[in-house]
């Protein structure tokens, strides 16, 4: 309750309160930041995926910026030889404009990645978009072999049938899977948190029971435990998955990982719009709230 009344007051504090409250989480304004930190996580042992924020766009003109700034992104990651992917988000290219103008941008985007020889994430987001962002994972993956992978999101109860979908589609799908943030209606998501937790971790025994590649993207410690015992379970080599964390949140659940070895990418979003985000995502999940608080009163300890 309290983590749910401070979150629904972001948008009423001061932009400089929030920045000093956001700031562990977002790189940055400027892709310069996004470099800087991927630079001391991969000193750290980590990888990193860049993400430009600025979805749910309704114009245009910010759609092709977006295409722009990924490029420029793209470039930095050879020239500099960072440890990092890219994510994408279809409404930040134009879905809420054109469907087709959306489908050009990010295949534009994915394509100059895969020339360059780097992976692209097609982030999921609120349910009318999850049939597209599977479809266009599932034809660019065919035209263009390893280049993208997408999200799966457990609290959707659609999701095992999406598993089940994609394996049999892909020989070995690369598949990011969370818990999923977005407000959803009970007709299609689940609001319990036991039987998210169940379904992720049914999700999770599905994915590697079809030789998937899976990026477990959770800060849960029930979950952790329970992708041990399945990674255990398909005696599953350290290569052939990875943990996945947010920037900013439980560094020392990131330091265990790395210190027994495990492959660790952290989620890096940089941009202008650092506060529309950062406000979106707390009420979305208002207990990010106790960590972030947490995390700014002990310097992220």
Known sequence: MINTMIANMMPFMPK???????????????????FRITKELNEEGALG???LLGEFNKEEKKARATVDMYKLVLDNIVSQNLGTNISIKPTAFGALLDMDFCTKNLTEVISYAYDKKVFVRID???????DFTIDLYLKLNKDMPGSCGTVLQSYMKRNLDDIRNITANIDKANIRLCKGIYKEPEKVAYHNRKKVQENFLESLDLLFENKAYV??????????????DLIKKHKLTKEEYEFQMLLGV???????????GHTLRIYTPFGEDWLPYS??????????????IKGFLTGGK
């Open 16 to 34: 400089s309160l929030v920045r000093a409250f956001a700031k562990k989480y977002v790189a940055g304004k400027f892709p310069e930041d996004a």
């Open 49 to 51: 995926t860049i993400d």
């Open 124 to 130: 999921m987001e609120d349910h009318p978009y999850t």
């Open 215 to 228: 990026g477990i993207a959770t800060h849960d410690d029930v979950l952790i435990d329970g992708a041990y």
């Open 250 to 260: 439980r560094s020392e659940l990131r330091k265990k990982l790395l210190a027994d």
């Open 279 to 292: 406000i979106r995502r707390l009420k979305e999940n208002p207990a990010i709230v106790g960590s972030a």
